[in-house]
């Protein structure tokens, strides 16, 4: 009996690293979508279709035979620089995946949204898969274009898709060669270039334990099913504090109230724009670290068994990787 044949879209960012190598080591036949840039995919046995989710033909070669689709690629942003890519990438690509799915006769469909999703107050009530999607006229393109995503794929199940929803945190680990946004801030905790810290705080969870929640997602899971994949609330403070354990150097003891740290935003922002470098400190990155501090994972435990690790572990492998891999030189 062959092995599943399973397609990874978005496969070369950090949770498709971690998801990749979790599918290998489970023994599934795995083929990724590539769209420019396959370096951390390498050395891995798996099949390669160049292309990416605004091409739809590209989407029907990758397709073709799949047992199951893991829809990862996303625009990341708490930018407002590229809003046109967001919308194109997370609900433009969302539809060309679903109708992909649909004509290639792909048996599930596996599709990774965000807690930013959903709307985040009221603060004082856990969120959980019943909290309202944030609406068409929120303020931040990411949130809301994450949303419509979800839309698009809950109404292709009322038309016989079958295709399930997780909504994950803050995705730290190891694996994250690019890097990602919170995994940038760590390696610059981790080299001591992070004077303060900002007084909010987040859930973050484990590259790793997504990886794994989703596979036993699309294993159990009854078709329409969504899911919070939720880890640990840390504040950054703490999280600067774990690394310096790690790295054996002094963290922030000064921490800037959220209140003050939205105040100078827009300065920060001239700067970013002057030095054309990466924003790591935006209107949106404020308000994501000083949302609910209750993301329930109940539904995910009960239906198919998931359980973040402990926050120190994620912590202590993601900095290791980072030092192993030239990123703190």
């Not at 929120?138 to 929803?165: M, N, P």
Request: glycine share 8%.
């Amino acid at each position: 009996m062959s092995a599943m044949l399973t397609v990874v879209t978005g496969a070369s960012g950090h949770l498709g690293g971690n998801l990749v190598r979790k599918l290998l080591q489970d023994g599934h036949r795995v083929r990724v979508l590539i769209h420019s840039n396959s370096r951390s995919l390498d050395e891995l046995p798996v099949e390669k279709v160049n292309g990416n989710i605004l091409d739809t033909e590209s989407l029907k070669s990758a397709f073709l035979d799949a047992d199951v689709v893991f829809h990862l690629a996303a625009r990341i942003s708490i930018s407002s620089r590229d809003a046109k890519q967001v919308e194109e990438i997370n609900v433009t690509g969302v539809q060309n995946v679903v109708s992909a799915c649909l004509s290639s006769g792909v048996k599930r469909l596996v599709h990774v949204s965000s807690i930013h999703a959903h709307q985040q107050t009221p603060l004082n009530q856990p969120v959980d898969e019943t909290r309202p999607l944030v609406g068409l006229y929120h303020k931040f393109i990411y949130d809301r274009t994450k949303a419509q995503g979800e839309a698009i794929v809950s109404q292709a199940v009322a038309s016989g898709l079958d295709a399930i929803i997780l909504n994950p945190t803050c995705i730290i680990g190891p694996y994250d060669s690019q890097p990602s946004h919170f995994g940038a801030a760590i390696i610059m905790m981790a080299k001591g270039k992070m004077p303060v810290a900002i007084g909010g705080s987040f859930d973050w969870v484990d590259a790793r334990d997504v990886a794994d929640g989703a596979i036993r997602a699309a294993q159990i899971a009854p078709t329409g099913g969504k899911y919070m994949i939720s880890g640990h609330w840390m504040s950054l403070k703490d999280v600067a504090r774990e690394v310096g354990l790690v790295v054996k150097r002094r963290t922030p003891s000064f921490v800037l109230p959220v209140w003050c740290a939205r105040g100078i935003v827009p300065f920060v922002g001239v700067y970013y724009r002057l030095t054309n470098s990466r924003p790591l400190f935006t209107k949106a990155a404020i308000c994501a670290i000083d949302g609910n501090r209750n993301i329930c994972h109940d539904r995910a435990s009960i239906t198919f068994g998931y359980q973040p690790r402990p926050f120190k572990e994620t912590i202590f492998d993601t900095v290791t990787w980072f030092k192993e891999n030239g990123y703190l030189d």
